[in-house]
């Protein structure tokens, strides 16, 4: 479903993506980790086609992001770290707009907005003003955006960052709900949450990938937090209280 080969992306001298590769297949749940700076964020938006690479292949079903960027788009929904919301437009409008924006049919698109609502725990905030919504809320219509129009591959970006405890549980079984006959790339940095819903983890760090394995194989003689440290050269878990 998602094939990323030899990605590289430079910014002058900065080399932020150094020949990045992985896949994804269909209906799987990718965890895709690493510390702050080591490029996720760069290469999900290279994979949805907001920014360009500098080098190297991705396609999505079978559409290259670069020769069929439009093909990719309508197959692809994206809840970046700080959703794109527009404070002055209420919750009903803006997932309408974006809607329509997405490619969804005037007939169609009423049931898409109340499935989306429903799905993401909108129904009673779906009058309200963007601008006045909690941080959690907020999150929730970013993940509504993203589904507006039933994509085959969702890009999440910290989808859990803000919500409560319960919210957190809520999106944690709808993504699962959501996989199956999609694929999902999952950023996160809670590692919990990678063991609890993902099938496959790729680690980048320094721009490069590090680890690509499926999860069961990788956490059979250590936690994922251990291979997590070991990959990124940190110190484990058990060096850091032997030295404590």
Do not use: W
Request: hydrophobic letters at 40%; proline letters at 4%.
């Amino acid at each position: 479903m998602i094939e990323v080969r030899n990605l590289t992306k430079r910014y002058g001298d900065l080399l932020a993506v150094d020949r990045v590769s992985f896949s994804a297949q269909k209906g799987e749940i990718v965890g895709f980790l690493g510390p702050n700076g080591a490029g996720k964020t760069t290469t999900m938006r290279i994979i949805t086609g907001f920014i360009p690479a500098t080098d190297g292949t991705v396609t999505v079903d079978n559409f290259d992001i670069f020769e069929q960027a439009h093909d990719v788009r309508k197959r692809t929904g994206y809840l970046p770290e700080n959703p794109p919301l527009y404070d002055d437009m209420t919750v009903n409008s803006y997932l309408e707009f974006v809607g329509r924006i997405k490619g969804v049919s005037r007939a169609a698109l009423p049931d898409a907005v109340d499935r989306a609502v429903q799905r993401c725990g909108l129904t009673e905030v779906r009058r309200r003003v963007l601008g006045h919504l909690s941080k959690g809320f907020r999150q929730r219509v970013g993940l509504a955006q993203a589904l507006i129009h039933e994509p085959a591959v969702l890009i999440l970006d910290e989808p859990t960052i803000g919500l409560d405890p319960r919210q957190i549980r809520e999106i944690r079984s709808l993504i699962t709900e959501l996989a199956g006959q999609r694929t999902v790339i999952l950023s996160t940095h809670i590692l919990q949450e990678v063991v609890q819903i993902c099938q496959k983890v790729v680690i980048i760090n320094e721009g490069r990938v590090v680890v690509e394995d499926q999860i069961e194989n990788l956490t059979r003689d250590m936690s994922l937090e251990e291979v997590f440290m070991r990959a990124i050269g940190g110190p484990s878990v058990a060096a850091e209280e032997a030295l404590a």
